[in-house]
T-cell receptor, first 113, second 115 residues
Framework: SQQGEEDPQALSIQEGENATMNCSYKTSINNLQWYRQNSGRGLVHLILIRSNEREKHSGRLRVTLDTSKKSSSLLITASRAADTASYFCATDRYGGSQGNLIFGKGTKLSVKP | EADIYQTPRYLVIGTGKKITLECSQTMGHDKMYWYQQDPGMELHLIHYSYGVNSTEKGDLSSESTVSRIRTEHFPLTLESARPSHTSQYLC??????????????FGPGTRLLVL
């Protein structure tokens, strides 16, 4: 069954604006990850946040995690046309097969120059 | 870019044909995965392997089979392709022997079209 669910499904912004994507999940987790997928390509790992962390930064990326609400957000600041891609959250399964991830449907981000 | 390779990148084939999708990684990772992804949709885990001679079924039932004879190689085989197998197939790997074993590294994918 689906674990992560991203919101919105699609987002269109202008270059320089910030983009915020949200992810909700259903069961307890050890960690949550965000991945990016350019059209027709494989996924690239962006950032991992553990269940005991609330916020994490990496360059222009900021991820938050609220385990009480079972939700996470990914903020991309000062977006660029090259950020155009689909973004997926992925959760492990607490007590499940180690390393196996469950992916959401993704948010399709379009950054217009 | 991750050191994980998939061939072919694109494949158009007729119904009933046997196909093998290749996946190789040069990172020495022990765990490998196969996902199926329809356009604009989530990834579904169809097979995974903990290491040599280990194969496990994933969350999504699949008519494909896999083998893991060498650490670096994890091919996926469809004995008789059908139009319902049309999809993108993504291979990934991770290093469970380190603390970063949760991170998966993906290949570029194989787009399969069965006519």
């Amino acid at each position: 069954s689906q674990q992560g669910e991203e919101d919105p499904q699609a987002l269109s912004i202008q270059e320089g604006e910030n983009a915020t994507m949200n992810c909700s999940y259903k069961t307890s987790i050890n960690n949550l990850q965000w991945y990016r997928q350019n059209s027709g390509r494989g996924l690239v790992h962006l950032i991992l946040i553990r269940s005991n962390e609330r916020e994490k930064h990496s360059g222009r990326l900021r991820v938050t995690l609220d385990t009480s609400k079972k939700s996470s957000s990914l903020l991309i600041t000062a977006s660029r046309a090259a950020d155009t891609a689909s973004y997926f959250c992925a959760t492990d399964r607490y007590g499940g097969s180690q390393g196996n991830l469950i992916f959401g449907k993704g948010t399709k981000l379009s950054v217009k120059p | 870019e991750a050191d994980i390779y998939q061939t072919p990148r694109y494949l158009v084939i007729g119904t009933g044909k046997k196909i093998t999708l290749e996946c190789s990684q040069t990172m020495g990772h022990d765990k490998m995965y196969w996902y199926q992804q329809d356009p604009g949709m989530e990834l579904h885990l169809i097979h995974y392997s903990y290491g040599v001679n280990s194969t496990e079924k994933g969350d999504l039932s699949s008519e494909s089979t896999v083998s893991r004879i060498r650490t670096e190689h994890f091919p996926l085989t469809l004995e008789s392709a059908r139009p319902s197998h049309t999809s993108q197939y993504l291979c990934a790997s991770s290093n469970m022997q380190t603390g970063s074993g949760e991170t998966q590294y993906f290949g570029p994918g194989t787009r399969l079209l069965v006519l």
